[in-house]
């Protein structure tokens, strides 16, 4: 027997729903649009105007590292959506070079860390009850950068390890209702993934794809297929884990 159809907004209040912090570029956009392919309605957070306008998604301007501007994001995020079943904190400050430690300012320390680290600590926060109602999931975005390092770079390595750390916390408190992963790039090329004005292809030479054992420098697209599958009910079994995806590099013996 035929079934009934149902009627439009029984269909559209059991889309699952998402919200991606810095998600009007780079790997933000990358996971806001393949989320949405899977049939997500996704909402983004992003300081940049601009950007967030252009990405097409329902945009609000939010600055993560304020919380009055979190609150309110989280608010109009679930007022619009109607629910929320994935939360992803990506939002950061991407450059990872500060500059030498003797003189790293005080206030540019606290920046990083603000927008890295508390400012997923505060979107979780106030994404915490809807989440726990549909029993939906949160990845992190931390870095490669929190297992290894280059000079000049301890806020930015030290934002990361405390994502980490953060996520498997969490994973605890917000447990059974809550999954809560962390996923840790490696190079990813996001020069295509920039508001308009700032996009560009760039040609990477060889020796740099070549020597990550996968053979090229990452996609924004290999990051958002991690966060993908860990939001999913396929990864119903995984939560407090960091995963690696920098094609092997991390893998490799590197003495000289
Ligand atoms: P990106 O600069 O292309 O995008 C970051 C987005 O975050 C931008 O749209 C920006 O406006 C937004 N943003 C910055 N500060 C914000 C704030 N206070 N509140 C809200 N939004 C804010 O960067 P990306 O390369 O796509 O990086 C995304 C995440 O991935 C970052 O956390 C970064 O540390 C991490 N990551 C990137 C790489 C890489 O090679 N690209 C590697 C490892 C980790």
Redesign the pocket.
Known sequence: MAQKAAPKAVMRAARRAALV??????????TARLLAGRGYEVAI????AE??RESGFFFVR?????EP?VRACAGAVRKRLGRLDALV????????VSGPVEKLSLADWNRRI???LT?AFLMTKHCAAHLRSSRGAIVN?????ALQSEPDTEA?AA??GGLVALTHALAISLGPQVRVNCV???????SA???SKNRKSIRHSKADHLQHPAGRI?R?QD?AELVAFLLGEEAGFITGQNFVV?GGMTRKMIYV
């Not at 904190?89 to 990872?96: C, L, M, S, V």
């Not at 975005?141 to 950068?145: D, E, G, I, K, Y």
């Open positions: 912090t810095g998600g009007a570029q780079g790997i933000g956009l990358a957070a992003d300081l940049d950007a967030g939010c600055d993560v590292s304020k501007s904190n990506n939002a950061g400050i991407a450059d990872p603000a927008v890295g400012g975005v931390a870095s490669t950068r930015y934002t990361k840790s790039p490696g190079w990813i090329d996001v993934w920039k508001k990452g924004p990051v920098d």
